[in-house]
C-alpha cells in the first residue's frame, strides 16, 4: 500500500516490531491494547529504547515517515483481519503528531478508506463527539477510530 | 425396633446457590500496567470517558 513497507514481527497477537532504516536503525513497537470500552482497542507506537524502554514521544527524524506509515497500515491491516469486529483508536502523544497522523490520514484517505471506516473525535460546543473523517475539512481531530469494513 | 427416619439432603438449584454466593468484583479490563503504553492507555480511557464511550 503507498510506499513498500517494512518487514515486520508478530511478537504476540497484539504486540509487533519492525526496524526503521534511515540515518540509523531504530526498532518500533506497535501495541493493541483493549480499552475500557468493549470492543475498542488503543494503538500504542514508541520506539524501543537501547535500555529496553519505550518512547513514544520522541521525534526520530529517520526520514521515512511515509515508510513507517506504509507499515502501521499493514500491520493495522493484520490486526483487523484476526479481529474484524474491534475497533481501533489512535492520537498522537503530542498534538503536534495527531496532526501529522490527520494530514497523513488526509493524503492517503482514498485508499485508505476502502478498507478502513474513519472516524474521528471533535470538539463540539456539546462537548467531545466522534464524527466521520472528512479529508477535505479543515476541523481539527484530536483521535482517530478505524474500524474494518467487513 | 423403632422406624428410622431416612435423613434426606434437600436438593439445592445451582442457579439459585450461584445467585446467592456470587460476588461482583470490579476488575479493570486490561491493568495500565501491562501495557508497554501505559500513559496512552490512560488517556485513551479518559478520552472515551469524556465521549461517554465507556461501558
Same mark, same amino acid.
Given at each position: 500500500?503507498?510506499?513498500?513497507?517494512?518487514?515486520?514481527? =508478530?511478537?504476540?497477537?497484539?504486540?509487533?516490531?519492525?526496524?526503521?532504516?534511515?540515518?540509523? +536503525? /531504530?526498532?518500533?513497537?506497535?501495541?493493541?491494547?483493549? @480499552?475500557? *470500552?468493549?470492543?475498542?482497542?488503543?494503538?500504542?507506537?514508541? +520506539?524501543?529504547?537501547?535500555?529496553?524502554?519505550?518512547? +513514544?514521544?520522541? %521525534?526520530?527524524?529517520?526520514?521515512?515517515?511515509? =515508510?513507517?506509515?506504509?507499515?502501521?497500515?499493514?500491520?493495522?491491516? +493484520?490486526?483487523?483481519?484476526?479481529?474484524? &469486529?474491534?475497533?481501533?483508536?489512535?492520537?498522537?502523544?503530542? &498534538?503536534? #503528531? @495527531? #496532526?501529522?497522523?490527520?494530514? /497523513?490520514?488526509?493524503?492517503?484517505?482514498?485508499?485508505?478508506?476502502?478498507?478502513? /471506516?474513519? @472516524?474521528?473525535?471533535?470538539?463540539?460546543? *456539546?462537548? @467531545?463527539?466522534?464524527?466521520?473523517?472528512?479529508?477535505? %475539512?479543515? *476541523?481539527?481531530?484530536?483521535?482517530?477510530?478505524?474500524?474494518?469494513?467487513? | 425396633?423403632?422406624?428410622?427416619?431416612?435423613?434426606?439432603?434437600?436438593?439445592?438449584?445451582?442457579?439459585?446457590?450461584?445467585?446467592?454466593?456470587? $460476588?461482583? $468484583?470490579? $476488575?479493570?479490563?486490561?491493568? $495500565?500496567?501491562?501495557?508497554?503504553?501505559?500513559?496512552?492507555?490512560?488517556?485513551?480511557?479518559?478520552?472515551?470517558?469524556?465521549?461517554?464511550?465507556?461501558?
Amino acid at each position: 500500500m503507498y510506499l513498500t513497507p517494512y518487514v515486520y514481527n =508478530k511478537m504476540h497477537t497484539c504486540k509487533y516490531t519492525f526496524t526503521s532504516i534511515g540515518k540509523r +536503525d /531504530i526498532v518500533k513497537v506497535i501495541e493493541f491494547t483493549p @480499552t475500557q *470500552t468493549k470492543g475498542v482497542y488503543n494503538l500504542g507506537f514508541g +520506539d524501543l529504547q537501547p535500555n529496553g524502554e519505550i518512547d +513514544d514521544v520522541v %521525534s526520530s527524524n529517520n526520514g521515512d515517515i511515509v =515508510k513507517i506509515f506504509a507499515t502501521v497500515i499493514d500491520i493495522l491491516q +493484520d490486526f483487523t483481519e484476526q479481529n474484524p &469486529s474491534y475497533t481501533i483508536l489512535f492520537f498522537g502523544s503530542t &498534538s503536534q #503528531r @495527531t #496532526r501529522l497522523y490527520q494530514r /497523513i490520514l488526509r493524503t492517503y484517505y482514498q485508499a485508505f478508506s476502502k478498507i478502513f /471506516i474513519v @472516524t474521528g473525535f471533535v470538539e463540539t460546543e *456539546t462537548g @467531545t463527539n466522534e464524527v466521520p473523517f472528512d479529508p477535505a %475539512s479543515s *476541523t481539527e481531530y484530536f483521535a482517530f477510530f478505524v474500524k474494518r469494513i467487513m | 425396633m423403632g422406624v428410622t427416619r431416612k435423613k434426606t439432603m434437600r436438593k439445592r438449584s445451582p442457579k439459585k446457590l450461584a445467585k446467592q454466593n456470587t $460476588v461482583f $468484583v470490579y $476488575v479493570e479490563r486490561f491493568p $495500565v500496567e501491562e501495557t508497554l503504553f501505559p500513559e496512552k492507555l490512560k488517556k485513551a480511557n479518559e478520552l472515551l470517558a469524556r465521549a461517554k464511550m465507556m461501558d
